[in-house]
């Protein structure tokens, strides 16, 4: 490659927040790289890597309370970053072309697709409106999209998320820029959809040969797209490497532990089965008011020390079933059985002894926790309400699980708002223990977390199971995480479940062919994956 | 300045201050003012002397002091108003948020239509059967303002009984005393502090409005709506006596309009750092 | 979407109904009855009786209920009781009056209001912003009478410019009139525009933090472009409702700026008729007001209904 092939430089970028007192937090600290014509670069790192800051700069853009601060972006020989509004407003859209996460909330509800894919070819005068009109119908066609021709028409309300997705790359595609910022843009969208979508991404880019800026959390994601890849961590570059090099031999510590904590899986537990087992639904089925059955006759058994996950895609009843499980939402028929004992349906109508045995963790740590109450009342209440001891006694117990949860004792009289993400899920953990529950519903507990906290979450989950011998319910969409730490699992769609037993079972041949849609959907960590599934979709 | 850890900007600073001086005026009245509200001290609309520092009334009173009680008829009447409305809109609103059902569907539909009518016409009807006594003046317009403050309130506790650490309560088997509050009352807090403002401030001007129509407290007690009535025939001959009255309203208006403006910025800004 | 309107229309019937019906029990709710406490001192046991028959009170209320909104849907609003002369003939007249001054003030207040508000949200932060934002912070804490008698003073009573008075009868002049109610019409205005605004910023601003604001910037659409066809189209639903929310206060506003320019409306009768306990003349007036204000919440829901892209081009 020679180096007039290079279209976008960056080179030793600062960007740094502004708050009321002057300068704030530095957002991106010294980072560099260069972009050729056709080549990908994937930015990888957690929330807060500041990867969507770099993106958004390479635009010439920066988000209220922010400011490049120093370096430059040379894009195409020019610096864009001494350019004047209206200079950097033309380079916007023809020259660099961004593409978000949320389609839903980018397309502007009350504007035709074709209105909004056709407004960078037509605003900027590139093009006449019937001749972006016809560029458009044949991006819907490249990208698969149904009824090119008409497509445009509809309001972006009125097509699914995969679509509009698809259509975000469409009106990026439409004044041919040199470059694409794609940024987290399959993040949204369930397993199954993110593969059709991210195939469509590769064959926009290959054909165009676009340079593009991939911006995800997901490693396994970016293998497929890019080819070279930077690792990001606190606005700081941490390794930048080609795609091969990267997952094959990363070089820094944090690298290694990304690229690590994917591929190394956990041993099964096995358990020695009793008699009666701890919960046992039989064909339960349940509904909100008199929408459409959101569950419809399911059944499931845990033991003690099982770990069951229910997985499946957004609608397909999961969480639905947690809330019937714990009476939130009475079931309509069938039974809920703890320890061979009928549950009542509604949670009103349960003694309290039932409603301590079967305890919750949450998704959002920072909604499951009062954020006006100290450590020492979260954790304590349910000390003091099921247990009904003194007050030393509930200090002592809080005391106690902060050490088990690896806390500092100091926490005790913090609040929420001053702990992390993952110290906060740790807090939530601590309090369902506190009720020694015999079953913990543990509701997509990873997934508002980075990847290496959730891994922490989840090695400190094994090891109470471990300790304690408590069973948990696991209901999540990761289907890694179901592979890593469940011996059970239930596959759900559209409210019915589809398959359910052993994990080892369920995951292997003979296959239902939506538990292999899923299996197969989820990225693995090679880049010859996404060719793989293709050409094995493409042979059926 | 700093309060609660939160810097005082200077129209809160400013709001504060017109709060407290009319709050000093309201309570200490009887010992600050020279005269009594219905003493007859010199002729009528006597200019401005070293006795009498705002000149004096239509009737030879003296301004000043009928203006510092009326701010004890006028603002104490006010609070009194608020309060009341408070106490019955956050109980209604709290309950319908949390039973919901046919509880909240009847209070809400009932709300509604108080809402679907200008209240200044429903206190007409109202008035216009029962006369203007105080007591009844009090509670029509209490009635008429809990209806802002049961949405309010209903529309805050519906969002934090939907959160998680709400289901948290819920299921281990908290009773609806304690949701209320320990979980439910501690988010509420700070918007209801701020919207007490806002309905003071409605209060106000709504019975200086009435007043000033004639409809609201009555003769001899000075109030400031009744006084700019009292003297609004005094403009065309240049004199500015209603204006003294109307614009102590103003004041303690902005005032605490200020101090509501500075408590909503906080309020917004704190969400942005949780975030 | 038509579903939707027409329930909405329905909704305006039922809660106009609703309204007549809380306007009706709101006088019957006096401990005695009507009739004793409009005797006051007077009441001997056969004044008493002859009252209630003249009023009708010896029937029972749903009775008496169901006449009276029967007539008031065919244009009889009874019999006032001061004057004893129909009550619809002497209304008449001051509908029109009030009608042409709140007209007339909003067609001048919601336009600047939109304006203002608009420029306020596109330049958010600057010297423009900040110091409309205290100016209206100030005049919405400002009594309608308050504005009324400083205008009086300065613009009439100084300069001499306009009447202190609006003096209007029947057979005044269009353009007479336009001139007498310039005073009053200026103060509803001030009075009403500082809400109007405020609240146009804050939905407009809504709109410009919204994701496909910022897609539209990164799209390289100039910032006029980005407001006009961008922002404008989904802040309409907004702000229309802020319009009809604010036109409230300008309903309550006609009633003190009528008094205090002894301007012969809807509102200065209404007031009359409280302090002589008129009761026909207030429920008749009530439901009046009570009527423009339910028609024009109505409206503005039907217009946001229409606006709203979601509900004009269903899945």
Redesign the interface.
Known sequence: MNTNDIVLEVDRLRVQARNDRGAGPVLVDDVSFTLRQGEVIGLIGESGAGKTTIG?AC?G?T?NGCAIEGGRIVFRGQDILTLSPAG???????GV??I?Q?AA???????TLFEQVC??PV??GLMTADAAREVAIGLFRELDLPDPETFGR??P??VSGGQLQRAMAA?AMAAKPDILVFDEPTTALDVTTQVEVLAAFRKLIKEHRTAAIYITHDLAVVAQIADDIMVLRHGKMVEHGTAEQILQAPRAEYTRRLVAERVQGHAFVERVAEEVPLLSIRGVTASYATLLRVIDGVSLEVRRGDTVAVVGESGSGKSTLARVITGLLPRESGEVLFKGEMLPPALARRSREQKRRVQMIYQMPDVALNPHQTLLDIIGRPVGFYFGRSRAEIRERVLELLRMMDLPESFIDRTPGELSGGQKQRVGIARALAAEPDLIICDEVTSALDQLVGEEILRLLKRLQEELGIAYLFITHDLGVVKRIANKVAVMLRGKMVAGGETAEVFAPPFHPYTELLLSSVPEMRSDWLDEVLARRAGL | MRLYGHRVTW?AALGFLIIAINLFAALGAPLIAPFDQAEVVCDAWDEPSASHLLGCDNLGRDLLSRLLFGARMSIGLSLLITTLSFSIGIVTGFTAAIAKGWVDAALSRAV???L???S???A????????TDVAVLVVTLACLDSTRVFRLSRALAMNIVALEYVEVARLRGEGLWWIITREVLPAARAPLIAEFGLRF?FAF?FV??LS????GIQPPDADWGSM?RDY?DM??L?I?A??WP??A??VL??G???VV?WLLAIQSRGHGENA | MLRMIGLRLALGVM?LF??SV??FA??E??PGD?AS?LLQNNATPENLATMREQLGLDRPAVVRYAAWFGGALQGDLGRSLASERPVAGELAPRLRNTLFLAVYAAAIAVPLAIALGLMAAVWQGSVFDRGVN?VT??T???????VG??L??YIS?ELGWLP?LANVTDDTALGERFYLTLLPMLTLVLVVIAHMMRMTRASVLAIMA???I?????????KW?VVV??AF??ALAPVISVVALNL?YL??GV??VE??FVYPGLGQL??D???K???PV??A??LL??SA??LL?MLADIAAILAN??LR?P?
């Open positions: 958004l635009l853009y988000r950097r407003r033309a380079l916007r859209g023809p072309a961004y978000a949320s909330a980018s397309f502007n509800p009350a504007m407004e960078i605003r900027h509809r309001y309300h009125q009106m | 129209p509604d239509l108080m679907a009518m200008p200044l016409i429903f007409f009807v109202v008035l216009s059967v029962l006369g401030s001007l200086a409005a000033f129509l004639g409809l700019v609004r403009i065309n240049g500015s209603p204006f109307a614009g309203i103003a208006t902005i605490v309009n200020f403006d | 809660t609703g309204a809380l306007i709101g006088t709710i006096l009507l406490a205290m912070l100030m919405i804490s400002i009594p309608e009478y308050l008698y400083l009086m003073k009573v202190t919204s994701p496909y910022e897609m539209a910037f990164l799209k390289g659409i100039p472009i066809r961008h189209p989904n409230a309903i309550v009633v003190v008094a205090v209404m007031v008729a409280v302090s306990h008129d009761v207030v429920q007036c009530g007001f009570s204000f339910i919440n892209p979601r081009h899945r």
